[in-house]
């Protein structure tokens, strides 16, 4: 069965330093692997996806997140992280199931970045 | 406006009552979800719609029911809420045209407690 686990629960982090996330998945088929960002008091956004092609992908705020097939891995990282990006971020891998897919999330990695 | 809405965005209600959450949308999307969302647990499945006429349980379904009223509005209900069903619910909606990626647009959510 395919499984996401984000590898942290909480990441401290001060403004303007490099963070990264990480989400490691299980799957014996090829997935779509996702990141979502959720701020507080507010839904999930999606902040960038991997279908295929290069396994670096751009989102939106500045992150980016490469796919690693042989490590089964989909890190999410920031060069300089902002206040605003304290947020609460999912890793997310899709599945084909029953006629159509579903997506099975980690656990989340709640950001929190100190002045 | 937001294509998808969640009403109540907060209620509070007491053990054994009945409880409907509400979710919208203008995305046009045949299939819609619902999740409930839990400290350290990630977004669990509760039931998902893949079009008006078809209703599947998530890994999470006992004591919740769904009814898809339309295309774009689909109700979670809790027969008798009990304490342990206090949390944050999330709807979402997909595109058939993405299915094999399943990239899902998520409401608001509502926070349920119950006492």
């Known amino acids: 069965a395919q499984s996401v686990t984000q590898l942290d629960s909480q990441v401290p982090v001060f403004e303007e330093a490099p963070v990264e996330l990480r989400c490691n998945y299980s799957?014996?088929?090829?997935?779509?692997l996702f990141w979502y960002v959720q701020y507080p008091n507010q839904g999930l956004q999606l902040l960038l996806k991997?279908?295929?092609?290069?396994?670096l992908v751009k989102g939106i705020n500045g992150f980016e997140a490469e796919f690693n097939k042989s490590q089964t891995s989909f890190h999410l990282r920031k060069p300089s992280v902002h206040i605003s990006d304290t947020a609460e971020y999912f890793c997310a891998v899709s599945v084909f199931y029953n006629q159509g897919g579903k997506l099975i999330f980690g656990q989340g990695t709640e950001l929190s970045v100190k002045p | 406006d937001a294509d998808v809405t969640q009403t109540p965005r907060n209620r509070i209600t007491k053990t054994g009552k009945r409880i409907m959450l509400e979710c919208s949308q203008t995305?046009?999307?045949?299939?819609m979800y619902w999740y409930r969302q839990d400290p350290g647990l990630g977004l669990r499945l509760i039931y998902y719609s893949f079009d008006v006429k078809d209703i599947n349980k998530g890994e999470i379904s006992d004591g919740y029911s769904v009814s898809r009223q339309a295309q774009a509005k689909f109700s979670l209900s809790l027969e008798s809420a009990i304490p342990n069903q206090t949390a944050l619910y999330f709807c979402a909606t997909s595109d058939p045209s993405s299915a094999a990626y399943n990239e899902q647009f998520f409401g608001p959510g509502t926070r349920l407690t119950v006492l």
């Open positions: 995305k046009g999307h045949d299939r």
């Open positions: 991997y279908l295929s092609g290069s396994t």
């Open positions: 799957s014996s088929v090829s997935v779509y």
